[in-house]
């Protein structure tokens, strides 16, 4: 099993530019979900989907988007890049069974 | 809004000592978790403790929880260099999909 993927491992993009952060996970986990990590601060929550087909909002939604459209995928979509958006973005996957969250190794983007 | 808040922020000890770093949370949880980050590292997990679970042991390390105080603890005995990264508490709450994380403690252990 290769766990929690993503790419790219970094990205830098301009003030308004548009990108998508891939999260791909080959564990058949229902629950995905979105953080982003600053300096000083914990992992906050962006987004979260119960499944295929279910996204809902975290903690700091704004400026972000996400689809599930398959239990493996659960793309990230900056719609327009703010200097505010530079951060450490993981994905994260986990087991109903057991609770345990696993996480992917991040992809590290700046915003200029 | 995040939950867990660990304490303290850093903590600097010698190969072979213990590590204590507590974390309190404000809400009812199903569970308590603690992770590690490495420098520039993704998450790993560490270890699960239920609510209704009052200590729990992995190795070398020991997790109390006391939902009374809204806290918990975790204890890694005879630490080593490699233990050194950030440690995590993030809290499951009643009605919650995704986990909730504190600030962290920057573990430094030094040979």
């Known amino acids: 099993n290769a766990g929690v993927t993503q790419t790219p491992k970094f990205q830098v993009l301009k003030t308004g530019q548009s990108m998508t952060l891939q999260c791909a996970q080959d564990?058949?986990?229902?629950?995905m979900s979105w953080y982003r990590q600053d300096p000083g601060m914990g992992l906050r929550l962006i987004h979260y989907?119960?499944?295929?087909?279910?996204?809902d909002q975290g903690e700091v939604p704004n400026g972000y988007n996400v689809s599930r459209s398959t239990t493996e995928d659960f793309p990230l979509r900056l719609l327009s890049a703010a200097p505010s958006q530079t951060s450490v973005y993981f994905c994260?996957?986990?087991?109903?069974?057991?609770?345990?969250?696993?996480f992917g190794p991040g992809t590290r983007l700046t915003v200029l | 809004s995040q939950q867990g808040e660990e304490d303290p922020q850093a903590l600097s000890i010698q190969e072979g000592e213990n590590a204590t770093m507590n974390c309190s949370y404000k809400t009812s949880i199903n569970n308590l978790q603690w992770y590690r980050q490495n420098s520039g590292r993704g998450l790993v997990h560490l270890i699960l403790i239920r609510s209704n679970e009052r200590e729990k042991h992995s190795g070398r390390l020991r997790v109390t929880l006391d939902t009374s105080k809204k806290s918990s603890s975790l204890l890694i005995t005879a630490s080593r260099a490699a233990d050194t990264a950030s440690y995590f508490c993030a809290t499951d709450e009643d009605s919650g999909y995704a986990l909730n994380f504190g600030k962290g403690t920057s573990l430094l252990v030094t040979p």
């Open positions: 989907s119960v499944g295929a087909g279910i996204t």
């Open positions: 564990m058949n986990h229902e629950y």
């Open positions: 994260a996957s986990r087991d109903r069974g057991t609770d345990t969250q696993y």
